[in-house]
């Protein structure tokens, strides 16, 4: 009997260490001060703030393109407002991935949060006025005013007034900064022009350089040649 009073008194104290010994501490791993070992919640959790991104993120805009930051917001665990910090790198005229960063700071500590700004070349980039200098001579005559417009699909410019005096309308296909003129042939009276190019508008938006592959066959300016013009934004 004895004996047995003994190992439960020995049972006892054993499990009274060890409730006594499971280590407390915060178990809330979204805590600042997250204790990984601790077994049992002691209510001391300790948070910095937390933000919300306003708006699209990512965002995309084409160059030149007003850029307006939608914002952030941020709380404290309570619900309570914290203000936020804002470091806008956005540069709207020049093509990038930008990053827009947000930072919230309470007494536990500062968070941070970013939004990526896309800024691409698109189509409304292409279709504006622009003026053309160019070695092509004579026998490729591009008049200095041409006229790009919208073509049929997203991805198709149609290039008004191509040639001087005689006019004509070229198509061309966009891909972001790449422009592909496919083989084509332009009728005139006493001739034809039969043309293709590829070029490129640089990452602001304002200049265009296309070379030209050409056969021109209306007489005393006809030719067979390659050359290079220049688009540079009005």
């Known amino acids: 009997m004895k004996s047995y009073l003994s190992l439960l008194a020995i049972s006892v104290i054993l499990i009274s260490t060890n409730t006594s010994c499971k280590k407390k501490g915060c178990t809330d791993a979204d805590a600042v001060n997250y204790n990984q070992a601790a ?55 020049t093509k990038g991935t930008y990053v827009v960063t947000y930072s919230a700071t309470n007494e536990n500590g500062t968070t941070t949060a970013t939004r990526t700004v896309n800024v691409q070349i698109g189509k ?12 092509c001579g004579n026998s490729f ?60 508008i640089n990452d602001q938006a304002n200049l265009i350089t296309i070379t030209y592959n050409y ?6 300016i006809g030719g067979t040649g390659t050359c290079i013009a220049t688009y540079t934004k009005q």
Do not use: H, R
């Not at 409304?124 to 070695?135: C, E, L, P, Q, R």
């Not at 919208?150 to 198509?171: K, Q």
């Not at 061309?172 to 043309?195: E, K, S, W, Y």
């Not at 056969?215 to 005393?220: A, K, Q, S, V």
């Open 39 to 93: 077994k049992k919640d002691d209510g001391t959790c300790k948070y910095a703030p937390i933000i919300t991104i306003n708006g699209n993120n990512p965002e995309t805009i084409n160059v030149a393109d007003n850029y307006t930051d939608a914002g952030a917001t941020a709380i404290n665990k309570d619900g309570t407002s914290v203000s936020v910090t804002t470091d806008n790198q956005v540069d709207n005229n």
């Open 124 to 135: 409304d980039n292409w279709i504006v006025t622009w003026a053309v200098t160019s070695d």
């Open 141 to 200: 005559p591009l008049t200095p005013d041409p006229i790009f417009g919208p073509g049929a699909t997203e991805l198709e410019l149609v290039i008004d007034n191509m040639f001087n005096l005689v006019g004509g309308t070229a198509t061309a296909n966009i891909n972001g900064n790449q422009i592909t003129i496919p083989t084509q042939t332009i009728d005139f009276t006493l001739g034809q022009v039969t043309f293709d190019g590829i070029g490129v």
């Open 215 to 220: 056969e021109n066959t209306i007489p005393l």
